[in-house]
Every structure is written in structure tokens, then in C-alpha cells.
């Protein structure tokens, strides 16, 4: 299908399409691999941060109308960072909460301008690079130590070239659902030699989730490769599409059935074999906090960022830490959004949410491709993860920025004027 915003670089000559092709991919690239934690360990982030943002502003500037009918037309994309930026009026911290809205305002604008340019297919093959990149890297690291240390967290589980272990898992996982979608493009869509080579990034790629020991991706996984293999069946063959169905029946109907006979909880046997305990490693406990803070301030929240940012809270801070939580997050999206703009910023980030999830869910039905299966369910992991870990409310987040610039591309690249 033809795209029904065509999208033109300025100027007539072939070098300088060159130029801001080059231009374009440079923003989208970098910002991927910025926010997928790729360099933070050696702290040169902030300052590449800050050239994405010249790019970004530069070249948004020098296609200001069109992006103009972008930003109109996706609005529900820019209203939590715009809840965010507001909350400056209460907030208990307000170079914060600036700060840290003006750093969400543009992680949006960057993740819309990507998904204007590029169509879910260019943006899936630049994903699989950028979060390969730092997957791969981590996989030299963790067989010649060429990167430096430290290779393991010091509560197990391998970082590779990430600050935390759940970088590895997330992103990893991620990768091994782009590469093995990748995989099952047809030759115009993808070609021959990069599918052939994606069998082998989705191996490593997976053997990386493995060692890192991030539980929640471990789990995820065999779970989402399963799903993007029964909504691409109709592109194997008949006996392996059947034989695949046939297993997954028979392994939902059987493993319920022994489980019973054997009198074995399958909550416990999972929490067992995670190395989770019935808290799944605190969580429970951090969602309590969470939710007496909540309670004090439920429409409005504290200001984005400031719950974290404030002595005010040091206690709260504490508590949070005896829980068991390093990172400044309660690992779960909805108390993360809330404690920060209480209901008003839940409502503006589902409102984002269930959209793009509404137009990856018609792209699909409407399509059937390898591309729409695999934006669908490159979809669904973020807010799959965001329930248990610290996605959906931070600046600068991958998750986030997927989630934004692939409904941008659904809806720009592929649904017609008219359902829009």
C-alpha cells in the first residue's frame, strides 16, 4: 500500500534528499539507542541527548507546516507530557518537574517525527539496529570483556555493556521479536540475506535475555514468540502451521489437567523457578507505598518528578529502598503516573495508549502482514512490561517512544484519510 502522507525532504537535488535522509536517520537512530540505556554506562548520554535535540529541533523546523498537521492530528501523543509541564503549578519540586517535562515533550516530538518519516517497516529495521547495537555488544562484552566491567549486577545476572540487567532482558527481548518478524517478511518486504541473518541475532539475542536474569522478560518471551508465530501461521507451511496450533492446545489443556492431578499450584511452582517470592520481589509492597501516596494527592499527583526529586518525601524514599526498589519508580506504570499527575495524567497516558493499540489492532485486521503482526505485538510488550517495571512515565524512554512513533507510522503510512 501506498503511504497517504507523502513525506518530501527539502530541496530538488538528489544530494541534498541524501543529505536529509542521512539527517533523519541520524535523529532516529541515535534517539532509539539513547534511550535503549546504550551509552549511559559511560556517561556520555547527556551531551548526546543534546545533539538529538539540535537535530531534532532543527529539522522539525525546516518541515514546521507539515509536522504542524502531524502534531494536530496526534495530539493525544503530547497530552501527558503537556500534564506534565502543567504540574509544574503544584509540583514540590519545580526545576524538576521542568526539566523533566520539557525532556518528555521532546522524547515525543522526536518518537512523532520519527513515525511520520519512516513507515512500520523502515521503523522496525532501524529498531532491530539500534537495540541490536547494544545487544550484540553486550553479548562481545560477555565473551571478551572488550568493554570493560562490570559485567555482572551484584545481585546476578548479566549487564553486557547496560547499567542494570533488566536493560538486557527488556531490550533483548525486544530485539528477538523484531529479528525473528524480520524473519518472516517476505523477500520484497525484507531481503534475502537479512533474513537470513536475523535467525542468528534472535539466537543471541535470546541467549542474552537467559543471562541476564530479568525475570520478567525470561518469562515473556516464550510467550510473545509463540504469539507473533500463531498470528503469522498463515505464512508457514500447512503441517508446520498445524503441528504448532496442535502443540499449543494440547500444551494449554494438558499442563492445567496434570498440575491438578499432581495437586500443584502453578503460581508457586512459577515463583519457584523465577526465583520470585509471592511479593514478585517486592513489588506488592512498593504498590502499597505507592498507593498511600497516591491517596494524598489523587487528582493532580505531586508534580512530574518531584515525588522522587523532594526531600520532602525522604522517608517515603526510604521505605521505597527497604522494598527492595533502586530505581526511582514503584514498577508499575499506573501508580508511576499517578504519584507524579495523579488521575488526570493516567487518563492522558491511556488515552495515548489504548489509541495506538487501537490502530496497531486495525493495521493488523486490515493488513495481515508480517510488518502489521509485528507492530502489533511489539505494541502490546511495553504496556506488557510497563505493568511490572518502570515504563510509561519517565523521559527519555524506548518504550515510550515506540509505542508513540509506531502509531504515528500506522496512521500516517498506512490507514486511509477518511478513518482518521
Known sequence: ????????????????????????????????????????????????????????????????????????????????????????????????????????????????????????????????????????????????????????????????????????????????LLAVSVTLMPPPEAPRPLRLLTPLVAGIAAFMVVLSLSMTSVVLMPCYVMLLFLLNRRRMPVLLRFAMVAGVVLLAGSVPLLLGLLGLDPFTLLLDATGKDATLTGRTELWAIAAENIAQAPLFGHGYQAFWSSSQFAAQHFAVLRAGATAPSFHNFIADVMIGNGLIGLIAMLAMILRRLSLAFGFWRRDGSAVAVAALVTLLLPVTLAMVEPYFYRQHEVMTMWVIMMGVSILHHFLPRTTR
Open 1 to 176: 500500500m501506498a503511504a497517504s502522507v507523502a513525506y518530501a525532504a527539502p530541496g530538488p537535488g538528489v544530494g541534498q534528499r541524501a543529505f536529509w535522509r542521512g539527517w533523519d536517520l541520524a535523529i532516529v537512530f541515535l534517539a532509539l539507542m539513547l534511550a535503549g540505556d546504550t551509552l549511559n554506562r559511560w556517561g556520555i548520554s547527556a551531551p548526546a541527548w543534546m545533539l538529538v535535540y539540535g537535530l531534532a529541533f532543527l529539522r522539525i523546523l525546516s518541515v514546521w507546516p507539515a509536522f504542524w498537521q502531524v502534531l494536530v492530528r496526534n495530539r493525544v501523543c503530547i497530552a501527558y507530557p503537556l500534564v506534565a509541564l502543567v504540574s509544574v503549578l503544584w509540583s514540590f519540586d519545580r526545576p524538576a518537574t521542568v526539566a523533566g517535562g520539557i525532556q518528555l515533550l521532546m522524547s515525543a516530538f522526536i518518537a512523532m517525527f520519527a513515525g511520520w518519516r519512516y513507515a512500520p517497516r523502515q521503523l522496525m529495521l532501524i529498531a532491530l539496529g539500534a537495540l541490536g547495537l547494544g545487544v550484540m555488544a553486550s553479548a562481545v562484552n560477555w565473551a571478551t570483556l572488550v568493554f570493560g566491567g562490570p559485567l555482572y549486577s551484584a545481585v546476578g545476572g548479566l549487564l553486557g555493556i547496560y547499567t542494570n540487567k533488566n536493560m538486557l532482558g527488556h531490550y533483548g527481548l525486544m530485539v528477538v
